[in-house]
């Protein structure tokens, strides 16, 4: 008896060593992904001077109780547009280039895993971004980012735009995971062509293709994720490509577990059908670091056989998130740079300015942008559109980040040759994206759109807002009255000279705009991409947001008024429709 009790207790051991047979095992994953993070790193708007909810340092305190839960069977990922936004990444690309990148530091901090590239990591030239992709220490991604030459040819690793990677290798618990990185290939349609010189950018579509079989093929995971700086769908849409492919690359090419994605600034948490009839989740956190996306997956072995996969996609809302204190500690010196850099006086405004009366006509805010661009430039016109929903410059001292607030983003300032008829249709193309065509007084007078009024980048409109151009150097009347295409009347010359549809003029815009941004030139003025760079007669070497610095600091007191050089008609029926639209917008 003695002996039987002895055999059992040494094979109850024995069981407990071994655990379950060999080769059954269950293993379970956590990712979690950020996108769109546009420098909001700390927890402080840099740009209002005020404390700011979310960013990496309270996503950071999420991110280590699950790195602590998960162990090694965690990844973190991050899907781009880190490079520009809040005007601490400003300070670290342009006013501080010789140290190491502060974006790079904060990835490294954080242990990120991989890293896509986004069109906001390219926007900042060569300079930063070769620097950048050198000091990131973990892969950063771009498997449709090819040399030039090397488009649309087979899915070899040494055709990748120098430093990046196409896709990565992680081993978890003996789980081999791949992750496929990919950008929107509309960068040619936004920027000038010596920022991006040296690389092309293939279709998602195919581009997924071929990398999924040479993976397969090569890697033989257990999963791919893709990593994408694409949105969901809609966007500029070509006959080569899609600007947002997420939603077309799920369903069109089988092998995808999951799509962590981003580029929309919208939150999206999606179960796609593949044209094989598998389940595809598309997880999408949006924009600046108000939210995380996680996945939880489960794998179950047997035999050592993958034979079960539980994938469980989550929004996680870090907000209110404790801070991380260690890592505020970590970057203390350079907080306290940023806030030095910002405090510096440019000049002075006689009165405060709002970005919310450029959606209801002239506004003393974006007629400063053309005024200021019309000095700088010496152009005959100046198209312009409001960069931000409701921001306010008060009257007194102009410092640095009151600048980051009159122009948001890092566009250069282009000249180009057009004719009058062009200029109307650039603007009948664009007040058809933001007004209504009024059948009677009670409409609506702009093209508004409940649904997205969380959308960071409509916010209560139908279409983006950073397309709503409006023009100085002419006098003219938008007709709500009027079907899309016939709105606009060009009345003349704000000199007093008359406006002829025939000649050309010199027209000033962003360099975002310039290229194709927004397709008012191409499909609204009618002018084909491959023909812009021709029409180009100057452009700046540092961004628009530095010329108009430099040009407030030499006039030192400025007093911004509406150029009054438009107005919505008719007026009946505008003024009270306008009124009503702002309500709904911003309230009584």
Same mark, same amino acid.
């Not at 999420?62 to 300070?91: A, H, S, T």
């Not at 006086?345 to 300015?353: P, Q, S, T, Y």
């Given at each position: 008896?003695?002996?039987?009790?002895?055999?059992?207790?040494?094979?109850?051991?024995?069981?407990?060593?071994?655990?379950?047979?060999?080769?059954?095992?269950?293993?379970?994953?956590?990712?979690?992904?950020?996108?769109?993070?546009?420098?909001?790193?700390?927890?402080?708007?840099?740009?209002?001077?005020?404390?700011?909810?979310?960013?990496?340092?309270?996503?950071?305190?999420?991110? @280590?109780?699950?790195?602590?839960?998960?162990?090694?069977?965690?990844?973190?990922?991050?899907?781009?547009?880190?490079?520009?936004?809040?005007?601490?990444?400003?300070?670290?690309?342009?006013?501080?280039?010789?140290?190491?990148?502060?974006?790079?530091?904060?990835? @490294?901090?954080?242990?990120?895993?991989?890293?896509?590239?986004? @069109?906001?990591?390219?926007?900042?030239?060569?300079k930063v971004y070769d620097k950048w992709i050198r000091e990131v220490r973990c892969p950063l991604l771009g498997a449709n980012i090819v040399k030039e030459g090397t488009k649309n040819g087979e899915a070899k690793p040494q055709n990748i735009y120098n430093g990046l990677r196409p896709y990565s290798v992680h081993v978890k618990d003996g789980v081999k995971i791949c992750v496929i990185g990919m950008l929107t290939p509309a960068i040619p349609n936004w920027l000038n062509k010596p920022i991006w010189k040296g690389m092309e950018f293939e279709e998602m579509t195919a581009c997924a293709r071929k990398w999924i079989k040479y993976i397969k093929e090569k890697e033989k995971p257990d999963l791919i994720f893709g990593l994408f700086h694409s949105g969901l769908n809609g966007g500029i849409k070509t006959d080569e490509y899609d600007e947002d492919a997420t939603e077309a690359v799920a369903k069109e090419v089988p092998g995808f577990d999951i799509i962590f994605f981003g580029h929309d600034h919208q939150v999206h948490n999606d179960w796609i059908t593949n044209c094989e009839g598998q389940q595809v989740l598309c997880i999408d956190p949006s924009c600046f670091v108000k939210n995380v996306a996680e996945a939880e997956i489960t794998l179950t072995f047997k035999k050592g056989k993958l034979v079960k996969k539980d994938i469980k996609g989550n929004i996680v809302n870090v907000l209110d998130e404790d801070i991380d204190?260690?890592?505020?500690?970590?970057?203390?010196?350079?907080?306290?740079?940023?806030?030095?850099?910002?405090?510096?006086?440019?000049?002075?405004?006689?009165?405060?300015?709002?970005?919310?009366?450029?959606?209801f006509g002239n506004s003393a805010f974006t007629d400063l942008i053309h005024s200021l661009q019309l000095q700088i430039s010496k152009a005959d016109i100046s198209f312009a559109a409001p960069l931000a929903f409701n921001t306010v410059i008060k009257a007194g001292d102009v410092t640095m980040a009151d600048m980051f607030k009159l122009y948001r983003f890092e566009n250069l300032m282009f000249v180009l040759r057009m004719t009058g008829e062009e200029i109307r249709k650039h603007l009948e193309f664009s007040y058809d994206m933001w007004t209504n065509t009024m059948t009677k007084p009670e409409d609506s007078a702009l093209r508004l759109n409940e649904a997205s009024t969380n959308d960071q980048q409509r916010t209560g409109f139908q279409y983006y807002t950073f397309n709503f151009d409006s023009a100085m150097g002419i006098d003219y009347e938008v007709d709500l009255t009027k079907p899309d295409g016939q709105k606009v009347r060009i009345l003349r010359m704000s000199d007093g000279q008359p406006f002829d549809e025939s000649r050309w003029y010199k027209v000033v815009m962003s360099s975002y705009r310039a290229n194709g941004g927004g397709e008012l030139l191409t499909k609204g003025a009618g002018i084909p991409q491959d023909s812009l760079e021709s029409r180009v007669l100057f452009h700046t070497d540092l961004d628009l947001r530095h010329y108009l610095t430099e040009e407030i600091r030499r006039q030192g007191s400025i007093d911004p008024q509406p150029a009054n050089n438009w107005r919505f008609v008719p007026e009946s029926w505008a003024k009270p429709a306008l009124e009503r639209d702002r309500i709904k917008l911003f309230g009584k």
């Open positions: 008896m003695r002996n039987i009790i002895i055999s059992a207790i040494l094979m109850m051991s024995t069981l407990t060593v071994m655990g379950v047979p060999k080769g059954h095992k269950t293993v379970k994953l956590k990712v979690i992904e950020t996108s769109d993070v546009h420098g909001h790193f700390f927890p402080w708007d840099f740009t209002e001077g005020k404390p700011l909810k979310g960013t990496l340092v309270r996503a950071n305190t999420y991110i @280590n109780k699950e790195r602590k839960k998960y162990g090694d069977n965690f990844l973190l990922i991050d899907n781009g547009d880190i490079l520009q936004g809040q005007p601490c990444v400003y300070w670290t690309n342009f006013v501080m280039p010789e140290d190491e990148n502060l974006a790079a530091r904060v990835v @490294n901090y954080m242990r990120y895993d991989a890293e896509t590239v986004g @069109n906001h990591d390219i926007e900042p030239g060569h204190q260690q890592m505020m500690q970590y970057f203390d010196k350079d907080i306290q740079q940023v806030k030095d850099f910002v405090g510096q006086k440019v000049g002075e405004f006689k009165n405060a300015i709002y970005t919310r009366e450029s959606f």
